[in-house]
């Protein structure tokens, strides 16, 4: 989509226009599907969060400022769904639920895994043990290809907050990832 058709579309859905509504999710939909699921580790929370993330935009479209990235602005939103889950389920979780949530996500990892390099495998399990301050930075600037100043802007965060949970995060991501190398498996 070039950008005068996309803020054409842009213009059109906050006016109020459905077909227009349905295009943006079509071309934004994937990435804010990846971002919740590479956040949350689990199909069904990320596409319940994907769902959240266009019905919050949609209710709230009126607050987009058209002098940002659209695609930003829906990452910012799915980001703190994934947040606002995340410290929902750590608050309500007994230990019966925490251990079926972690199966879960293992069982994700592990239908991912077909045709998925060892080291990749490591590398989400890693990614997954990360706590959720450090994931959400790693997850918005590696994978989801954010500016360091995108993803303080997201996280609503200092960008000096921004580049000291990145260099935490790469840090712990490391040490996991080299534990693995020795052990062979990620705790």
């Known amino acids: 989509m070039k950008d005068s058709e996309a803020t054409n579309w842009v213009t059109s859905w906050i006016t109020g226009d459905t077909e227009a509504f349905a295009v943006l999710i079509e071309h934004h939909g994937d990435a804010v599907y990846n971002l919740a699921y590479r956040m949350c580790g ?21 607050q987009y400022k058209p002098e940002y990235a659209l695609r930003n602005w829906l990452l910012a939103i799915c980001a703190n769904r994934c947040r606002s889950r995340y410290r929902g389920w750590r608050r309500d979780k007994n230990k019966e639920q925490a251990f079926a949530e972690k199966q879960a996500i293992e069982r994700d990892i592990q239908d991912r895994d077909n045709g998925m390099s060892e080291q990749r495998i490591a590398l989400e399990q890693a990614l997954m043990a990360l706590p959720e301050t450090l994931r959400a930075p790693i997850v918005l600037r590696y994978m989801a290809d954010m500016s360091i100043q995108q993803v303080a802007d997201t996280l609503s965060i200092r960008l000096s907050a921004a580049k000291m949970r990145l260099a935490r995060g790469r ?17």
Do not use: C, P, Y
Not at 42 to 62: G, K, P, V
């Open 42 to 62: 689990n199909r069904a929370a990320a596409q319940d969060i994907a769902q959240e993330t266009f019905i919050r935009a949609h209710q709230r479209r009126h």
């Open 171 to 187: 840090d712990q991501l490391r040490e996991m990832l080299q534990h693995v190398a020795k052990n062979g498996k990620t705790s």
